[in-house]
């Protein structure tokens, strides 16, 4: 009997790696399943325009070639394991399969910090809702076309010392999971942009300092936090590679390093799956 559940299993996920055949084309998920926080991309053939959805959310599909639609997806990284609907439809027809996403084994870090940076009152907690407003708007934006061009980079050299994910135990109690990459430099360091996008926020904020959000279209943003220069402005066209600041201590923060995070149609993935699933995605 265990032999056969194993056997089922085993066909179970094959059936699901297949593309699905549909309007004389197929759609195909690539990776399945995701990790909590992990980044993919659906693959439609037709003629026409597709449309999808995932997660109760649009999802902009674009051009790659001839008859090829293509969507990045994105997982967040508290989304619990399980099976999720994926909805496509293009010349009247449509066609719903299923995302599997697996148990991710996040770390756990502990913190100390000074008690006036972690308990926020009166005015300063105004502030810092204030600025969360700001950004939840910023994320609910979708530009319909994409901004990128190739794979993209790691924005700084450095010293990775707090991955994604983590689950952070501030002063003895659980406050969140790290939704970026900590990278440590030394301060003033150059800190680079990913890929080719739109600067949409270049400001100075209570809890993140310094901060850069470069939109890559279709619902893409990369963020650079605690940076001690900035280089460029709101509405800025920025290219892959360029240096857009210095790397800082600004914010709350405990030494100078970079926090990269990246959000996919609201969603807080892991940026280092983004640059190993870009080596393959193209434009």
């Not at 993919?40 to 051009?63: C, D, N, Q, T, Y």
């Not at 959000?213 to 893409?220: A, K």
């Not at 943003?221 to 460029?232: K, N, Q």
């Amino acid at each position: 009997m265990r032999g056969e559940g194993t056997v089922v299993r085993k066909l179970l996920l094959f059936w699901l790696l297949l593309p699905i055949p549909c309007w004389g084309g197929a759609v195909r998920v690539t990776p399945q399943p995701l990790d909590q926080g992990g980044v993919g991309w659906v693959e439609v053939r037709a003629e026409r325009e597709v449309r999808g959805e995932f997660l109760k959310r649009s999802l902009p599909f674009f051009r790659t070639a001839e008859e090829t639609w293509r969507a990045l997806i994105g997982v967040d990284l508290a989304l619990p394991p399980g099976s999720y609907p994926l909805k496509v439809e293009t010349e009247g027809k449509r066609v719903t399969l299923f995302v599997r996403v697996k148990k991710t084994p996040f770390g756990l870090q502990k913190i100390t910090l000074p008690r006036h940076m972690v308990e926020l009152r009166g005015k300063v907690l105004e502030r810092v809702r204030r600025e969360k407003r700001i950004l939840r708007e910023i994320f609910s934006r979708i530009r319909s076309e994409p901004l990128w061009r190739g794979s993209f980079l790691l924005p700084l050299k450095g010293t990775v010392t707090t991955p994604f994910g983590v689950r952070r135990i501030i002063n003895g109690r659980y406050r969140s999971f790290h939704s970026g990459v900590d990278i440590a430099a030394r301060e003033g360091s150059p800190i680079l942009a990913t890929n080719d996008g739109m600067v949409i926020l270049a400001q100075k904020l209570y809890l993140e300092g310094n901060t850069v959000i470069i939109d890559h279209g279709l619902g893409l943003y990369s963020i650079y936090l605690h940076l001690a220069e900035v280089f460029v402005r709101k509405g800025d066209k920025v290219k892959r590679g360029e240096r857009i600041g210095l790397v800082g201590a600004t914010g709350r923060v405990t030494g100078p390093h970079l926090h990269w995070g990246i959000k996919l149609l609201g969603q807080r993935v892991d940026p280092m799956a983004l640059i190993e699933l870009s080596k393959g995605l193209g434009r």
